[in-house]
């Protein structure tokens, strides 16, 4: 038999998942801070929770997916947060996108009243998370894993347990790294295929199934050239994992030219009021620049 699952944090992402633990046929209870959020969820069979502490008290498994480490050290930490209600036992695996170092310090205090922990955060955008087709990189004990396992394949395809507490964290901030670089790639080989008079959609069907192909490239290209900017995850978010990412590069010596580039052009958009956009929308970025858009209903120069 299942055990109760809880989940806190019904945005972009969150929303996708829950649907998919509830098509599964798991037992779930929600939350989220604006509560008409839960209202779908409720209507299709759900449990609504008055706050994570509650989410706890009713769960064996409690999931959490919010935007930032603040956010879950509230959820989680809080004075109405999970710990307060979860017992010995209970686990919680967070599936947002944090600092390993907060990672670990969160999971001391969890494991110190006997609930284990999971950090297993997640990748392929909005559309992964509705179609249960995430990437999910995992850092914990074996054993909880195993426990989590179900929930899991409800939820993504490429499920790696990658390393203890925090590896979790430190995997996915290199998959953020991937991201950007290569949706910067992506963005001046389109801008470079625009300026030269060529086809975008012949070029974009030439390139994305070789070697030079890439999920960014095969899913957001599209975006770009039909000006669409709806957000699989938005500039807002990536900077966040950015600031992460050039954070424990500093602390480890290493450098990250090129994701420091995109962190300052990603700036750049921000202060033209673009951070809810998808992080497509970095190519904006090289578009003033160069004067061009790489749009296929954009013939001249702007």
């Known amino acids: 038999m299942s055990e109760k699952v809880g989940f806190v944090g019904l945005g972009i992402m969150g929303r996708g998942m829950v649907d998919n633990l509830m098509k599964a046929g798991f037992d779930v209870t929600v939350w989220n801070r604006t509560a008409s959020r839960m209202t779908q969820f409720v209507d299709n069979g759900a449990t609504a929770a008055e706050s994570p502490k509650q989410v706890g008290e009713l769960c064996d498994i409690i999931i ?12 989680i930490l809080g004075d109405d947060g999970i710990i307060h209600g979860a017992e010995a036992g209970n686990l919680v695996i967070d599936m947002s996108t944090i600092n390993p170092v907060n990672t670990l310090d969160i999971a001391k205090q969890l494991n110190e009243k006997g609930i284990a922990m999971l950090d297993a955060p997640i990748s392929g955008g909005s559309e992964g998370a509705a179609n249960g087709t995430l990437s999910i990189m995992i ?12 929930y899991f394949d409800a939820m993504g395809s490429t499920i790696t347990h990658v390393g203890e507490q925090g590896a979790g964290q430190t995997v996915k901030l290199s998959n953020q790294i991937l991201c950007v670089v290569n949706m910067l790639a992506a963005s001046e080989a389109l801008l470079f295929a625009k300026a030269g008079g060529v086809d975008l959609e012949k070029m974009l069907q030439a390139v994305t199934g070789g070697a ?13 050239i ?23 590069a500093d602390k480890m010596g290493i450098p990250v030219v090129a994701t420091s580039l995109v962190f300052n052009m990603y700036r750049t958009l921000q202060a033209q009021g673009l951070g809810s956009e998808g992080n497509h929308g970095l190519i904006k970025a090289l578009e003033a620049m ?4 790489a749009r296929l209903e954009n013939e001249e120069e702007s």
Do not use: H
């Not at 095969?218 to 975006?223: E, F, Y």
């Open 212 to 224: 030079a192909g890439s999920w960014m490239l095969a899913n957001r290209g599209p975006q770009v």
């Open 226 to 248: 039909n000006d669409d900017w709806r957000p699989g995850f938005t500039i807002d978010l990536q900077q966040k994992d950015l600031r992460l990412v050039i954070g424990a």
């Open 64 to 75: 959490t997916c919010v935007s930032d480490t603040p956010d879950v050290e509230a959820v």
């Open 139 to 150: 850092g914990g004990a074996e054993a909880d894993v195993e426990r989590a396992q179900p």
């Open 290 to 293: 160069a004067g061009i858009q």
